[in-house]
């Protein structure tokens, strides 16, 4: 089983409809974040958390929400989504480095990417 | 504040010539630099990593990087591609001391013609 997991892996939906994406962990991460992926721009940071009760916008956070229920949870919502909003997200967890004196690097370990398709 | 640009969005090459995929940074401080490849309806993975010491990073695959501090490089190579290295390949940067939270370039598109 994947360490970082998402569901759905696809979906397509209407104009002004919920979505929410959820990804779960199994690495036992504290920091989580979401991507977004189009084409030609590369990955934009949409939300992150260090932990349960620290959440942050990314770059490109309007029209989004996010939810960290668990250490191991962490959901992406589209209250009312919108055709610009078919893209392709990412999910991802990152660590600390004990051989660097538990400091983190940046290097994130990537779900397999859940397609939404906004009609 | 950090920012990569990946100088080509798009490489065709043939089955056993060797590749470059360019990455430039800019930041204003050290810095940590990685390599990503995206394999076809597939999530990121990491090819390698620099953190420090030697400034040639060898990753998976056969893939290896050369972190070139002052003209503010990390460019990837190998010296022999394989139809099975097709992929999209993004560099990230991120900055020790700060959020950790690392900066994607646009990526580019390696395609491995026969």
């Known amino acids: 089983d994947a360490d970082v997991t998402q569901t759905p892996r696809n979906r397509i939906t209407k104009t002004g409809k919920r979505i929410m994406l959820e990804c779960s962990q199994t690495k036992g991460h504290d920091r989580m974040y979401w991507y977004r992926q189009d084409p030609g721009l590369g990955l934009r940071l949409i939300y992150y958390?260090?932990?349960?009760?620290?959440?942050n916008k990314g770059e490109i956070s309007d029209g989004y929400s996010v939810s960290r229920q668990a250490q191991a949870k962490f959901s992406l919502s589209l209250e009312s989504a919108i055709p610009n909003q078919t893209a392709l997200y990412f999910c991802?967890?990152?660590?600390?480095?004990?051989?660097?004196?538990?400091?983190?690097?940046?290097?994130?370990?990537f779900g397999e990417g859940s397609r939404l398709t906004v009609l | 504040a950090q920012s990569v640009t990946q100088l080509d969005s798009q490489v065709p090459v043939f089955e056993e010539a060797p590749v470059e995929l360019r990455c430039n940074y800019s930041?204003?401080?050290?810095?940590?630099l990685f390599w990503y490849v995206q394999y076809p309806n597939q999530g990121l993975q990491l090819l390698l990593k620099y953190l420090s010491g030697s400034t040639l990073v060898k990753g998976i695959n056969g893939f290896e990087a050369e972190f070139n501090k002052s003209q503010t490089s990390f460019h990837l190579r190998k010296p022999s591609v394989h139809i099975s290295d097709t992929a999209e390949y993004f560099c990230a940067v991120s900055e020790p001391g700060g959020s950790y939270i690392p900066t994607f370039g646009r990526g580019t598109s390696l395609i491995v013609h026969p």
């Open positions: 958390s260090f932990d349960v009760k620290d959440i």
């Open positions: 991802a967890t990152s660590d600390s480095y004990r051989s660097l004196g538990g400091t983190h690097t940046g290097e994130l370990f």
């Open positions: 930041s204003s401080v050290s810095v940590y």
